[in-house]
């Protein structure tokens, strides 16, 4: 699958159809996905799902204790 970019700007005309004010480009998923989100890296991984864990944990202990008092 590509997808259609444009260097200049999306218009829209009058009939509702769009069209590119530049030069069209098109672009492979890699290509999109490397543009969009660069990879992360194993300790950023681990970093955000720790928190995750953690922010999951508290949510859990502050329900428990509100539905005990």
Known sequence: MNF????GVWLL??????????NM??????EMRDHLTPAMSLAQKAEITGAMLALFVFVW?????????
């Open 61 to 69: 202990v502050a329900k428990k204790l509100r539905t005990t008092v």
């Open 25 to 30: 480009k098109t672009f492979t998923v890699q």
């Open 4 to 7: 259609l970019g444009c260097d």
């Open 13 to 22: 005309n009058a009939d509702g159809t769009t069209v590119c004010q530049g």
